[in-house]
Every structure is written in structure tokens, then in C-alpha cells.
């Protein structure tokens, strides 16, 4: 019988402390992106803030405390704002998927044209001390939240023209990607639907076999403190 012993639905879980790096419109936050084939969840666990979204049906901007609960589906440009201390455990569609390449950064448009322009600007530098690491990271977190304020208020004028340039653009930057992506679904979420499918096939003819092979997993951070879209993150190889 199929199993599947990642964490459920192959999910996958980091632990977030928001930058408090303050923008060009005053508020302090993370870098605003999308991703293009998950959705991801936002538990807060602690202090407070907001994240704005933009999508074809315009702005919004959701307050966020201790307790709440957020998702959204792919498509959904998002930016963290951090008031006062903002930590969150964020859920992450297909093992993970949108930390490790699903996810576009909205740069302004001539950051866009093609794939080695916008990694000059939106990597960071693996090998590099902290200190390099931090001001690559909060400089194309600034050049991000220029792209979305220019997004934000073409969207509000009620031109979409930008918006959908934008998703066009993205689409095409990441288009080399999508093998190396549908094999990491394949082996995740994919795999851990058909598990499912198998045991309910199994149990409709009354056969519990697979209860036998029940695991247990636990695991410490693989890393911490690395440096994020959003801010900086504690991450699970789980």
C-alpha cells in the first residue's frame, strides 16, 4: 500500500519573525509577492500587524493578532506589515513549495524582463556574511514594495493593465521551473492524496492493515533565523 509519512496533506511549516525594516510609505514589513501554484496559511502567534493583498478584484488590507487565522489561494500578491512584534506560523502548500521557488517578488517592471535580471536583484547571497545577507535582503524588499505601491495604485485607478502585466511576467519567469515543480508535487501532495485513496479503498472492504504501520515523527528546526521574503525564518525539513 502507498504511505506518505511528510506532514499532512505535504504541507510544510516555518516559523516567522516579521521585519521591522521600515518602507518608503511608513510602515514596517516584508517583502510583497505572490506565488503561482499554492496557497499558503498564516497562524499568528504572537504581537500584531496587518497583511495587505492585491488581486484582480482590487486591495485589502486584513488586521492580524494572536489567534488569527489567514489563507490564500495562488495569485494573491501579499505584504506583511508588522506593528508590533509579529510572529506567525505559515503554512505552505506542497512541501513547501512557495520558500523554495514558487514565488515572485513585485519588482518594478524592468526588474522583470528575464530571469537573470530579476535573480541579480531578488537572490540572496547563500555564502555571505549576515550583514551582506541583510542589505541584500532589505534592498529588494524596498524595490518589491515600489512595484506594489505602483501595482496598488494603478489597481484602485481602476486600470488593470499593470496587474495583469505583472502576472504575465511572472508566469514567464518561472516557466523553466515547472518540471522541477510537478516532481516535487508528484512526490508530495499527489502522493499523499493517492495514500489516502489507497486506505479508503482498503477500509471499504474492511481490511485496516496499514494501521499497523503507524509511524511517529518529531523533529527540531533544520535552521533558524534565515532570511526570508517576510521576514526571518525558523524552518522544519519535515
Not at 525594516?21 to 516584508?30: F, H, I, K, V, Y
Not at 498564516?42 to 482590487?58: F, H, K, R
Not at 506589515?81 to 506567525?88: F, G, M, W
Request: charged letters at 20%.
Amino acid at each position: 500500500m502507498v504511505t506518505f509519512e511528510g506532514l499532512p496533506g505535504a504541507v510544510a511549516v516555518s516559523h516567522l519573525r516579521v521585519y521591522d525594516w521600515p518602507t518608503e510609505d511608513g510602515l514596517r514589513g516584508g517583502t510583497p509577492h505572490l506565488h503561482l501554484t499554492c496557497s499558503e496559511g498564516y497562524v499568528v502567534v504572537g504581537g500584531a500587524g496587518s497583511v495587505q493583498t492585491l488581486t484582480a478584484s482590487g486591495f485589502r488590507q486584513t488586521p492580524l493578532a494572536a489567534g488569527s487565522l489567514l489563507w490564500f489561494t495562488p495569485g494573491t500578491i501579499h505584504r506583511l506589515v508588522n506593528d508590533d512584534a509579529l510572529r506567525i506560523v505559515v503554512l505552505m502548500q506542497n512541501s513547501g513549495l512557495p520558500e523554495a521557488g514558487d514565488a515572485v517578488l513585485t519588482l518594478p517592471p524592468r526588474y522583470l524582463t528575464d530571469t537573470d535580471t530579476y535573480r541579480a536583484v531578488a537572490a540572496l547571497p547563500a555564502d555571505a556574511a549576515e550583514p551582506e545577507q541583510e542589505r541584500v535582503a532589505r534592498a529588494r524588499r524596498d524595490l518589491a514594495v515600489e512595484g506594489f505601491l505602483a501595482l496598488r495604485r494603478a489597481t484602485e485607478a481602476g486600470d488593470p493593465e499593470p496587474l495583469a502585466a505583472f502576472h504575465r511576467a511572472a508566469a514567464a519567469l518561472v516557466k523553466h521551473r515547472t518540471d522541477d515543480w510537478r516532481a516535487r508535487w508528484e512526490q508530495g501532495a499527489a502522493a499523499a492524496s493517492r495514500a489516502t485513496g489507497e486506505q479508503l479503498d482498503a477500509l471499504a472492504q474492511g481490511d485496516g492493515g496499514h494501521l499497523a504501520c503507524a509511524r511517529v515523527h518529531a523533529e527540531q528546526p533544520s535552521a533558524y533565523g534565515k532570511f526570508g521574503m517576510c521576514g526571518r525564518l525558523d524552518v522544519y525539513s519535515g
